[in-house]
């Protein structure tokens, strides 16, 4: 659409998870897996630091003085958490570049947390900070059900993720003088997006009207082989499995043995970015791998289809293209709906930056598949 447009990976990689995940590392963790399986590691390691915590209020107090340090800038613990946070991003990278998704810079909550100072010292000078007995700060913001309270820093003097986003915004301003700044982010977040723009605006920041939050459902029931708990690189590895399966059993599949492993991942992650989305953008649904991996009907299998066999028509048929053709011959009623909906393209583009809704794209493919490229 001719803007100028900054792609911004934004990690949650600060908080008080990751003073649980640091002492949890301490205890439980092991290098050589770290390296292996980053994010599996990782989380396998947080979910047992937070069984020990249930079990022992010692080491809740342990993690949360790891993150206290970690604020404090302490060498020891802040290089554990960079080690986390850089073999992450180098395990996501593998997962984005499968699915044909790149951005401009990754930030996180860390990269302006040493900011949030300067947020606390704006909103005290404009008498919004408040201060409570139980050693926290908290500010009101306007909530569509009347004001409410929200905390800002905890008893201990750490920030929260509220305090850190708000850091994030101005920076963001100061760095790249946007007229609109969007964040993707599922619906539960809808009043954390609440409090940030309204919090903005008593700040005096006239910009704040024109941040946005994009929201999307969760997708219910998505699960592997492999057990409930859900990584999108094993949906995608998945994917791919079941689609070589289906390869394999189609006597159709016109596939060497040597392709069927890179062809099968092109299937399987067309499948899986289709089925999500198919449907608008803050529907939750519930997953279904059957109709994630169909080869007919509505899937990413059968666009892809589709589209190689036009391809073939068009390398295939002994005729060049040629726009200057007389297109009054196209009488054929068939034809003619083709050429109406072939010119609905412009149309549906624009409708779909509008409302910010990618199944609007994906469903006209579909209008065009079903039937229409078979003209």
Known sequence: MGHDVVRINYLGDWGTQFGILTRGFQLLGNKTKLEMEPIQHLYEVYVNATKLINEDEEVLKESREQFRLLENDDETVKQLWRTFRELSIEDLNKTYQRLGVSFDCYEGESTYHKDVAQVYDILRELGLLKSKEDGTTTVDFQHKNGLREVVLRK???????????????????????????????????????????????????????????????????????????????????????????????????????????????????????????????????DFSWSKAIQTKGNSGVFLLYVHARLCSLEENCGISMNLECDLSVLVEPEAQDLIYQLARYEDIFVSAYSELQPNTIVQYLFVLEIGRAHV
């Not at 704040?208 to 094993?234: C, E, P, Q, W, Y």
């Not at 995608?236 to 689609?243: C, I, K, V, Y």
């Open 155 to 285: 008893s201990d003097g750490t920030s929260l993720y509220l305090s850190r986003d708000i850091a994030t915004a101005i920076n963001r301003m100061k760095n790249h003088t946007f007229d609109k700044m969007f964040y993707v982010v599922e619906n539960g977040q809808s009043d954390h997006f609440i409090a940030l723009f309204d919090i903005l605006k008593k700040m005096g920041y006239s910009w704040a009207n024109n941040l946005h939050h994009v929201k999307f459902g969760r997708i219910r029931g998505m699960s592997t082989r492999k057990g409930s708990v859900v990584f999108l690189r094993d949906i995608l590895d998945e994917a791919r499995t079941l689609t070589i399966e289906a390869m394999k059993e189609s006597p159709n599949t016109r596939v060497s043995l040597d392709e069927l492993e890179d062809i099968g991942d092109v299937l399987g992650v067309a499948s899986v970015l289709i089925n999500d989305m198919r449907a608008r953008r803050f529907q939750e649904f």
